[in-house]
């Protein structure tokens, strides 16, 4: 038996939680919201904008956030020299050894190789043509696709000032214009809105230890140049 319960988490989270158990008693969540109120689940939305201050994601945020990107700037057809942030030093390497989804040939069996996106100056190269020709199931047809995307860009400090972000969501409803749900411990959760482009020329480096999600997408925390978060209405 399992039942879903949303336990007042702020509009980031508001999905579905699922509890199991054996018997109907068991259902009860109100132990799980306790604990997720004292963990700050349910904080209070900012009661303004937190500021023009630079923010610095965790690394699976950053994950999310270099996702996004990449798709928005080095898919099929994107133009290339399009300016980018210091800190926007992106690879896509296949042949990286341990990387999940690496691979020495793409579903077209064209060998793949690794392959510079952005250089922390300009976008010198997009996912596209053989070598990254990827299949989701047998089904489907081989999409470029990226295998391995990894940030490379060197270790900075950052501000003392950086907001620190925990959770992102980007609703890219219109390709040019981003709505960012983010949360964070400082003020509970709320929104920015950005231009892709925009976006990745305030990438200003990245901190922290390097990690890799299932998907194969392996960066540090990213920090970005000062952007300003609103709250979200209830």
């Known amino acids: 038996m399992a039942q879903a319960r949303r336990c007042g988490a702020p509009p ?22 306790r ?3 004292e963990r ?11 500021g023009n201050r630079p923010f610095l994601l965790t690394p699976e945020a950053s994950a999310e956030i270099v996702s996004a990107l990449a798709r928005a700037l080095h898919g099929p057809g994107n133009p290339l020299g399009v300016p980018v942030g210091p800190g926007w030093q992106l690879v ?15 579903d077209c069996a064209f060998a793949t190789d690794r392959r510079v996106l952005a250089d922390g100056e300009k976008v010198v190269s997009t996912v596209d043509g053989p070598g990254c020709l990827r299949r989701r199931s047998f089904r489907d047809p081989p999409v470029p696709s990226p295998f391995h995307l990894r940030i490379e860009t060197s270790p900075v400090t950052p501000p003392p000032d950086a907001i620190h972000i925990t959770g ?15 949360a964070g411990p400082a003020f509970g959760s709320g929104f920015f809105r950005a231009r892709p482009r925009d976006l990745v020329q305030r990438c200003a480096g990245v901190s922290g230890a390097r990690y890799t999600d299932h998907r194969g997408i392996a960066t540090r925390s990213l920090l970005f140049e000062n952007v300003e978060i609103r709250p979200i209405d209830s």
């Open 92 to 106: 896509d390497d296949p042949k990286e050894a341990g990387a999940p989804g690496g691979v020495l040939f793409d």
């Open 168 to 182: 992102v969501v980007v609703h890219a409803h219109d390709p040019g214009d981003w709505t960012v749900e983010v």
């Open 40 to 50: 700050g689940g349910a904080a209070a939305r900012a009661s303004g904008p937190v």
């Open 12 to 33: 980031l989270l508001r999905r579905p939680i699922f509890t199991a158990s054996s018997t109907w008693e068991g259902l009860d969540a109100g132990e799980w919201a």
């Open 35 to 37: 604990i997720w109120a």
